[in-house]
């Protein structure tokens, strides 16, 4: 319901509500751990990355094709970061 009225909305506006929105949905509700270690990394990154490149996801210089591009490069350092993973436990 709330991603309806994002349109609609400034940046500021959308990250004020989301803020919000979060905060009363982890304030209502009790997670587990994992749910709320996920959140935490994924606000820290947000954080480092912010601080790293001066810029966030909000930006629109980057054409949807890169979107693409950056998330399969992503998925391709995962696949590898797994496999290592993966082949210490069986050494």
């Not at 270690?37 to 820290?44: A, F, K, Q, T």
């Not at 949807?64 to 993973?85: C, P, R, V």
């Amino acid at each position: 319901m709330i991603l309806a009225l994002m349109n609609k909305l400034t940046i500021e506006e959308q990250r004020k509500l989301l803020k919000e929105e979060l905060i009363k949905k982890i304030n209502d509700n009790d997670l587990d751990t994992i749910v709320m270690g996920v959140l935490i990394n994924i606000v820290e990154r947000a954080i480092i990355g912010k601080q790293k490149y001066n810029t966030d996801l909000d930006r629109d210089d980057i054409s949807l094709k890169n979107w693409i591009k950056n998330a399969l490069e992503e998925q391709f350092d995962n696949s590898l970061y797994l496999y290592k993973a993966g082949k210490m436990l069986n050494d």
